[in-house]
């Protein structure tokens, strides 16, 4: 994920610094006392104290060397530039320049850190008998499960920077502001016009040192958090080289102040996707109409031109037009944007509203797609087989719980106990619909939970604020420190698991996502007879309807009275026989149905009317030239020819000579109707 704004005070830290520490040269005969105390051969003790002295010359007021031009005081040189002494001097006397930042005489500005490359300072510091703190976090950082080795270089190069930028020196001395800066100024240099001077092109600096660089610090901050010494959660965050700000900085404050106030109530997730849209619409405008520089120039025509941009967008990673979800989103954020600005009556907020309900693109409803039972089969062969504990866990739960994606990942350490019977009973956090539920889960997934909690069993790591409860939570699924990601723990992992069994697609792309796994657990509790209550309390759902979708979908009663009318050899009756019979309907008309049976449905048959043809206004079971009817609705009739029966007596008695006719003749068609599908008009006698 990219990094999220840096703070003022991180990025323009080195500066204040600076300023507090003017740059001095110490004595000659203090560093000659240092150097002939270090353990080097008599000759190269020669050459060091040569370095400084001539360096002093070269640069008398260490200012002047702070400001001469990075090529200069990095001295990586191309070959022209070999026999420049300035250049070869500065580059020999870092050794000098470490010297003096730790004993607070500089300190030394990350850029010219960062160019460098390969930094000693650690020597010099043990030398000066400072410890940076490094073997003591080392130990903590394998505690957390990190391999020791890695961790101390991680932590060497960031301990050492630190130091040597800031002054702090030691485990308890170092901050995550101090590592927000850092951050920082990785984001800052790699924007430098002549980084490629230092690490040979722009990208290869973002694709080697700098996604090193913020690996070691993810470390560093991971170690500091868990000690209590940083206040966020450690995210792996790469700098956002791939999103520049957009470049009205008015329009862009605004925007920046509207979504602070969102993140007070929304979800993380739901800020980021606001912000997207915004910075996508800011971008729009830059492209098209420059000189708009405030919303209060932005009209209704500037949006409907975005929302004809989206409409013809191609999307780079997929080569196809943005789906309607996604314009629906964007749309929806510069909505909200314009209507809260303007009722907030903020200054500088568009004067009125440039899009309404009418402008948001239409989405089609889908079914859920549930998973079929033999590529199912297939892909759990592959899950099973998987070698990470976590990932593997993670995919089981989800098949055999039905829980969200972000659910899985935010289960508790504890999330697992037992029913009084001895089934596995597993706890799910507040998610989507902001509510706690326990589900019963299969044992397969409890063992891999099981599994999972024997790895995490005495790691000393502190509980994260959950992002929804605001409660200290020691997550189940986290390694060496830090939260595994939903793209680790599902999209990876799925993907690996989709190519073992061949579901993939002609991109070679796995064909199941981890959501299919949802809608299969909904589907098979439906297919199984379970209760609407069951599946809305397993699945989470708020409301009826939304459990309904998967009873429609999967009800074989459905099925087999689709067949009982549509099928070969169906027993029918009714007005709309001869036509089926006689194939008078059309294709479309029989592929509507196909589609759209359930929809078809009365009280004594089925309608077969087509939604063209608009709505049937006539008495469906007598008169109605498309309705049928099925040996399934035998019992129905019966009781309707009862109801018509007893309607007749109660309307003799009233002395109403025609109502007595019209539901004698109601009774007459429904025995019609039975003696067609050749059913008994009494019922059968009970044995």
């Keep these: ?39 080097l051969a008599p000759k190269v003790k020669r050459q060091r104290i040569a370095i400084r002295r001539r360096f002093e010359r070269f640069w008398p007021d260490l200012a002047d060397w702070f400001a001469a031009p990075m090529g200069v005081r990095v001295a990586r040189l191309p070959a022209r530039h070999r026999g420049d002494a300035v250049r070869i001097n500065s580059y020999a006397a870092r050794s000098y320049l470490y010297y003096l930042a730790l004993t607070d005489r500089i300190r030394l500005d990350p850029p010219w850190l960062l160019a460098i490359g390969d930094l000693r300072a650690v020597q010099v510091a043990a030398s000066l008998g400072i410890d940076l703190g490094i073997e003591l976090l080392a130990a903590e950082a394998a505690a957390h499960g990190l391999e020791r080795f890695g961790a101390k270089l991680s932590l060497a190069w960031g301990m050492a920077r630190i130091a040597l930028c800031f002054g702090a020196r030691g485990a308890a001395a170092v901050s995550d502001d101090h590592v927000d800066a850092l951050m920082a100024a990785i984001r800052e240099f790699g924007a430098r016009p002549d980084v490629g001077e230092f690490w040979g092109s722009t990208e290869r600096f973002r694709v080697s040192p700098a996604k090193a660089w913020v690996t070691h610090l993810g470390r560093l901050r991971m170690i500091l958090y868990h000690r209590g010494q940083a206040a966020a959660e450690p995210r792996k965050a790469m700098p956002g080289y791939a999103a520049p700000a957009p470049p009205q900085v008015a329009m862009l404050a605004l925007v920046e102040r509207w979504l602070e106030v969102r993140r007070l109530t929304d979800n993380p997730s739901t800020v980021y996707h606001l912000s997207v849209g915004m910075r996508h619409f800011l971008h729009y405008l830059a492209e098209t109409v420059p000189e708009v520089q405030d919303f209060g120039a932005v009209t209704r025509d500037h949006a409907q031109g975005f929302m004809h941009r989206m409409a013809t967008e191609i999307r780079p990673t997929t080569g196809r037009i943005l789906a309607p979800n996604t314009r629906r989103d964007r749309t929806g954020a510069l909505a909200q944007f314009c209507r809260q600005t303007a009722a907030w009556g903020w200054e500088g907020a568009p004067p009125r509203q440039l899009v309404d309900r009418r402008d948001y693109p239409r989405a089609a409803e889908r079914i859920p797609r549930y998973i079929p039972a033999d590529e199912l089969a297939r892909l759990m062969v592959a899950i099973r087989s998987m070698t ?31 029913y009084p019977d001895g089934t596995a009973r597993l706890r799910l956090p507040a998610g989507k619909t902001l509510r706690e539920r326990i589900v019963p889960l299969h044992d397969e997934a409890a063992e891999a939970i099981r599994g999972v909690q024997a790895l995490r069993d005495g790691r000393p790591d502190r509980p994260c604020t959950d992002e929804v409860t605001g409660l200290g939570v020691r997550y189940l699924f986290v390694m060496n420190g830090r939260r595994l990601s939903l793209h680790y723990l599902f999209e990876t992992a799925l993907q690996a698991a989709c190519r073992e069994a061949g579901l993939v697609d002609a991109r070679g792309r796995g064909t199941v996502s981890a959501h299919r796994f949802r809608h299969t657990v909904g589907t098979e509790l439906a297919e199984k007879g379970a209760r609407l209550h069951t599946i809305m309390s397993i699945l989470g759902h708020q409301s009826p309807a939304m459990s309904m979708v998967y009873a429609r979908i999967s009800d074989p009663e459905v099925l087999r009275d689709y067949r009982s009318v549509l099928g070969p050899g169906a027993v029918i009756a009714g007005p709309g026989v001869e036509a089926l019979r006689a194939g008078r309907l059309s294709d479309e008309a029989v592929d509507w149905l196909k589609l759209n049976f359930l929809k078809t449905e009365l009280e004594l048959g089925h309608c077969l009317r087509l939604p063209s043809e608009g709505p049937c206004e006539c008495d469906l079971y007598l008169t109605c030239a498309r309705f049928v009817t099925t040996p399934a609705y035998a019992g129905r009739l019966r009781e309707r020819r009862h109801v018509e029966m007893t309607l007749v007596e109660d309307a003799r008695c009233r002395g109403w000579p025609r109502e007595v006719d019209r539901h004698r003749a109601v009774v007459a068609r429904i025995e019609g109707l039975l003696g067609e599908l050749g059913e008994p008009i009494d019922p059968p006698p009970q044995g």
């Design 1 to 39: 994920m990219r990094a999220g704004p840096v703070p003022a005070a991180a990025m323009h830290a080195c500066d204040r610094v600076a300023s507090v520490f003017p740059p001095r040269h110490c004595d000659d005969a203090e560093y000659v006392a240092y150097i002939h105390g270090l353990p």
């Design 388 to 418: 990470c504990v976590y990932q593997r866990a993670a995919l089981l739960v989800a098949r055999w719980s039905g829980a969200r994606r972000a659910e899985v990942r935010r289960l508790a350490i504890d999330c697992l106990d037992r």
